[in-house]
């Protein structure tokens, strides 16, 4: 087995490279060990970067504290660091996904210079992504980004598809744009540095695709949970890529979520409640996800439309990953009634009526409408009772 570190691998010859389409250009998706190394002649070879010249003000790294302790330095050799013009860093906590910090990042970027050419580069995890997009899309009404993801959830999910934004008080991700990248970046080791839990994290996702499209994906993980979570990197190499490829599929033929796009939000309705309930402190949003798979699963089987067999299946792959962080209290009804209330604020819904994507069978999801109160509130009981 192939296992982590894997810091010695610096070639890039097993690059993929993941078409996206999008209403405001195409981009690609690269993905391969060793990438970050070779950032300036990648970016000069893909045309997303501008050099800097009177007429332009250079590039701007995106980073938080954290990510930039552990790959800042490489991230500049990569880059160039003649190229980058600054570094500008944040707080991100998922409490700080908010307004107040995408204004810090604005004003410090017009502090430093930055102009309509500016190249924008994120480098961090779904946070730092979602905010840099913000930024990115609004800052001089749009500058260019490049997304370096460096989690699981976001070379899987959240670098791809130009879903940008921040939460309120109110609830997640509700202030944000459609904002596409010039080029994302994935390399597998900068997975290397991300504690246990936040890896685990990204498990859950991948589990999604799985349930969402993908029955092979879905039985591959019923035979190597253990060795993904391990990082092993032939399993990084089958499982990545086939993740970033599902999500390509789907947003290049929904990118504003008219339809299709919506099956990527499985699990999610329940989660985003979740997180919104304890205040985006309890949750890494993966496992907030893990909880919204496990309810949807079970609601779907309550209300008939699933095998309940089948449900049980996506279950215990899900608590295979590791263990959860508990609910929010749901067994008093005042708190299964502020979940509910917090759905019904969700983006999916409409008209006042939740929505779910519940599945069918492992592999094929469904968008549905109309599911009583009673029936969420049953499955969050009974999953509050014996969790
Ligand atoms: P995150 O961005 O909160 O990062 C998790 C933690 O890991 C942070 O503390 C970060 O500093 C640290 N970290 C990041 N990379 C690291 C590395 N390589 N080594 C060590 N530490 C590292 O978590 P996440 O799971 O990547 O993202 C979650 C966010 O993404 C949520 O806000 C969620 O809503 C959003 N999201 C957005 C989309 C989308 O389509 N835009 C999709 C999925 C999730
Ligand atoms: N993660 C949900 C989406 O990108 O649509």
Redesign the pocket.
């Known amino acids: 087995m192939n296992k982590l570190p894997i810091h010695s691998r610096s070639d890039t010859a097993g690059e993929v490279r993941v078409g996206v389409d999008s209403a405001t250009g195409s981009y690609d998706v690269l993905y391969g060990s060793g990438l970050i190394g070779n950032l300036s002649a990648l970016m000069l070879r893909e045309k997303a970067v501008i050099r800097p010249t009177s007429e332009n003000t250079g590039i701007f790294v995106l980073s ?4 930039s302790r ?2 800042q330095a490489k991230i500049m050799r990569g880059i160039g660091p003649r190229t980058v013009r600054s570094t500008v860093l944040f707080d ?3 409490r700080m ?1 908010n307004i107040a910090t995408v204004e810090r990042v604005c004003r410090q970027l017009v502090r430093l210079g930055a102009d309509r050419r500016a190249l924008l580069v994120a480098v ?7 905010v840099s ?1 913000y930024v990115a899309a609004s800052y001089l009404r749009g500058v260019r980004l490049v997304h370096i ?6 070379q899987v ?5 130009g ?3 921040v ?1 309120l008080p109110e609830g ?2 509700l202030v944000g744009a459609f904002y596409s990248p010039q080029l994302v970046v994935a390399d597998p080791e ?6 246990d839990r ?1 890896f685990r ?2 498990i859950y ?1 991948v589990i999604k695709y799985g349930v969402i499209g993908d029955t092979r994906l879905f039985s591959y993980l019923e035979q190597n949970i253990e060795r993904l979570a391990e990082r092993d990197l032939a399993t990084l190499d089958f499982v990545i890529p086939r993740c970033i490829r599902a999500k390509a599929r789907v947003v290049s033929r929904d990118e504003r979520e008219a339809g299709l796009r919506e099956i ?1 939000n499985f699990g999610h309705t329940f989660a985003h409640a979740f997180e919104t309930a304890t205040a985006y402190r309890r949750y ?3 496992e907030a996800v893990g909880w919204g798979m496990i309810a949807a699963a079970r609601l779907a089987a309550l209300v008939g439309r699933f095998d309940a067999e089948e449900a049980l299946r996506i279950e215990s792959l899900v608590r295979r990953v590791g263990p959860l962080p508990p609910l929010p209290p749901t067994g008093r009804s005042a708190g299964v009634d502020r979940l509910i209330e917090i759905m019904r604020s969700d983006k999916k819904t409409r008209g006042g009526k939740l929505r779910f994507v519940l599945p069918r069978a492992i592999g094929k999801v469904e968008t549905v409408a109309g599911i009583s109160r009673e029936r969420v509130r049953d499955v969050l009981s009974a999953l509050s009772k014996r969790p």
């Open positions: 938080s504290p954290r990510v552990h790959w991100d906590r998922e996904k961090g995890g779904g946070v730092v992504g979602d997009g993801p460096t989690t699981l959830v976001a999910d959240s670098a791809i598809g879903k940008t934004g939460n997640k991700n900068t997975l290397s540095t991300l504690p936040e994290s990204g996702e990527l890494l949003h993966g």
